[in-house]
């Protein structure tokens, strides 16, 4: 599981957006209340707080029933190959553009890439609990990227080793 990150005396959404999509998710689908979060929301001061070597998580919330992170990463910050061990996930993208790659497992912890895309900001892509990817900010990127993570449960991701070619 990627580190969480010392909490910043700021928090990164603004507590107001913050109350607003925890009481969206009460009445609705995760989906629906990331729409409703505006890129404006995000306190861009606390864009500062980026770790420089990796990229950056804020714990916004966690229940039992759910985990959301706001997540800042800098250009060429990658998640390392994961799936998120039966959990559903939806991200926003609040500022930036994400680049997804998805994995096929190849053998025991090892996976290839079979295929990568891009979304812009306004974008909300969902993995469901099975999928293995890696999310993050390619290195040509001139501006961080900041994305908004519902998990339903609480994850236990499995990290993975990316291979080239597929030998067994």
């Given at each position: 599981?990627?580190?969480?990150?010392?909490?910043?005396?700021?928090?990164?959404?603004?507590?107001?957006?913050?109350?607003?999509?925890?009481?969206?998710?009460?009445?609705?689908?995760?989906?629906?209340?990331?729409?409703?979060?505006?890129?404006?929301?995000?306190?861009?001061?606390?864009?500062r707080h980026a770790a420089?070597?990796?990229?950056?998580?804020?714990?916004?919330?966690?229940?039992?029933?759910?985990?959301?992170?706001?997540?800042?990463?800098?250009?060429?910050?990658f998640s390392p190959a994961?799936?998120?061990?039966?959990?559903?996930?939806?991200?926003?993208?609040?500022?930036?553009?994400?680049?997804?790659q998805r994995y096929e497992?190849?053998?025991?912890?090892?996976?290839?890439?079979?295929?990568?895309?891009?979304?812009?900001?306004?974008?909300?892509?969902?993995?469901?609990?099975?999928?293995?990817?890696?999310?993050?900010?390619?290195?040509?990127?001139?501006?961080?990227?900041?994305?908004?993570?519902?998990?339903?449960?609480?994850?236990?991701?499995?990290?993975?080793?990316?291979?080239?070619?597929?030998?067994?």
């Amino acid at each position: 599981m990627l580190p969480t990150s010392p909490r910043p005396p700021l928090t990164p959404l603004a507590p107001e957006a913050l109350a607003r999509l925890l009481e969206d998710l009460r009445s609705g689908g995760p989906r629906t209340a990331l729409a409703r979060v505006r890129s404006q929301d995000c306190v861009l001061e606390g864009l500062r707080h980026a770790a420089p070597d990796r990229c950056t998580r804020f714990e916004l919330a966690a229940t039992t029933r759910e985990l959301v992170v706001l997540i800042v990463w800098l250009p060429g910050q990658f998640s390392p190959a994961h799936d998120h061990g039966g959990s559903h996930c939806i991200v926003r993208i609040l500022q930036g553009v994400a680049t997804e790659q998805r994995y096929e497992v190849v053998g025991d912890d090892r996976v290839t890439l079979i295929e990568e895309d891009r979304f812009l900001p306004g974008s909300i892509v969902s993995c469901d609990g099975e999928d293995i990817h890696a999310m993050g900010n390619d290195e040509a990127s001139s501006e961080p990227l900041v994305t908004l993570h519902v998990y339903r449960p609480r994850p236990l991701m499995r990290e993975y080793r990316i291979v080239s070619g597929v030998s067994a």
